[in-house]
């Protein structure tokens, strides 16, 4: 059964750090760019990042530019979001998917139902003193 799995997040100080993984079972991530989103409560779901098929590509959004970077480890069919200087806006369930083709696009973003495919369950991250 294809299935992702995030992990790696918690609560973190303000100016903190966490690394969140995303691990595939049951299919490879090599083929698929892969997006990360986040939601927080009462807010629509956003894109966060994405990394296009083979590492061509990096997309990330205008709020976590410079902070955050996305990286992707084929060979343990994984892709992490290394996730710097945190700022209490940044609280939200972060999710990972497989984009519908190889390369993130301009429109990576866009998070409707012919755009991702495969969502994990989502991990929670919380920024606070």
């Known amino acids: 059964q294809a299935q992702l799995v995030e992990s790696g997040g918690g609560l973190v100080q303000p100016g903190g750090s966490l690394r969140l993984s995303c691990a595939a079972s049951?299919?490879?991530?090599?083929?698929?760019?892969i997006g990360w989103f986040r939601q927080a409560p009462g807010k629509e779901r956003e894109g966060v990042s994405c990394i296009s098929n083979g590492d061509a590509s990096r997309y990330y959004s205008a709020s976590v530019q410079d902070r955050f970077t996305i990286s992707r480890d084929d060979a343990k069919n994984t892709v992490y979001l290394q996730m710097n200087s945190l700022k209490p806006e940044d609280a939200a369930v972060y999710y990972c998917?497989?984009?519908?083709?190889?390369?993130?696009?301009?429109?990576?973003?866009?998070?409707?139902?012919?755009?991702?495919?495969?969502w994990g369950q989502g991990t929670q991250v919380t920024v606070s003193s």
């Open positions: 049951g299919f490879s991530l090599d083929y698929y760019a």
């Open positions: 998917a497989t984009r519908t083709s190889r390369q993130c696009g301009t429109k990576w973003y866009e998070d409707g139902r012919f755009d991702y495919t495969y």
